[in-house]
């Protein structure tokens, strides 16, 4: 029985061609970027999303990335659209890019 619980190569490809459509350099980066960003997601989750709309979300997301500078975090709150973000959504989005540290209550760990 196949596994369904984690999304397919063929469908992280699929999504992985439509987000290398909408860059001209990093295309190896993002095919990296969307295979980390969907390790863990639930296959049967994902299946209420496209492969358009979960391309657009990685997409952004890895854009997000890209920009992010010196350890300070990176917040993103909006309502996406396809016209502007690559994908649709009927909920407002909060798209974090932070430096992964351990924290643990009050403390923190380098």
């Given at each position: 029985?196949?596994?369904?619980?984690?999304l397919?190569?063929?469908?992280?490809?699929?999504i992985?061609?439509?987000?290398s459509g909408?860059?001209?350099?990093?295309?190896?980066?993002?095919?990296?970027?969307i295979s980390?960003?969907?390790?863990?997601?639930?296959?049967?989750?994902?299946?209420?999303?496209?492969?358009?709309?979960l391309?657009?979300?990685a997409?952004?997301?890895?854009?997000?990335?890209?920009?992010?500078?010196?350890?300070?975090?990176?917040?993103?709150?909006?309502n996406?659209?396809?016209?502007?973000?690559?994908?649709?959504?009927?909920?407002?989005?909060?798209?974090?890019v932070?430096?992964?540290?351990?924290?643990?209550g009050?403390?923190?760990?380098?």
């Open positions: 029985m196949k596994n369904t619980l984690i397919s190569a063929e469908r992280l490809k699929n992985t061609n439509i987000a909408y860059i001209s350099k990093d295309q190896a980066l993002l095919e990296d970027f980390v960003y969907y390790r863990n997601v639930a296959g049967r989750l994902a299946g209420l999303e496209s492969d358009t709309d391309a657009g979300m997409l952004h997301h890895f854009v997000l990335l890209k920009s992010y500078q010196d350890n300070e975090p990176a917040l993103r709150l909006f996406p659209s396809v016209e502007e973000h690559h994908f649709h959504s009927g909920r407002s989005v909060l798209q974090l932070a430096f992964n540290r351990r924290v643990y009050f403390l923190r760990y380098p």
